[in-house]
């Protein structure tokens, strides 16, 4: 059941990027909201980070700095 959740949500993430990235073209994002599409993107990319190590050694702990990246301090 687990596996499909995780296939499900990157399936997600995936499709909803796609919807939305295109509808960006010709918008200029102010300083304020490049900072919080950065800070998110980093959330994400430490949490694929996490997904892989899970799948490739069954570990699944969260460190203290994932902790904080996914809590979004």
């Known amino acids: 059941m687990?596996?499909?959740?995780?296939v499900t949500a990157c399936h997600a993430f995936v499709a909803?990027?796609?919807r939305v990235v295109p509808g960006m073209r010709d918008r200029q994002l102010g300083d304020d909201e490049r900072t919080i599409?950065?800070?998110n993107v980093a959330r994400v990319r430490?949490?694929?980070d996490w997904i892989e190590t899970a799948v490739d050694t069954g570990r699944v702990d969260v460190d203290g700095e994932l902790a904080r990246l996914l809590q979004g301090e």
């Not at 687990?2 to 995780?6: A, G, K, N, W, Y």
């Open 46 to 48: 430490a949490t694929l």
């Open 2 to 6: 687990e596996f499909l959740d995780l």
């Open 37 to 39: 599409v950065h800070e």
């Open 16 to 18: 909803a990027a796609g």
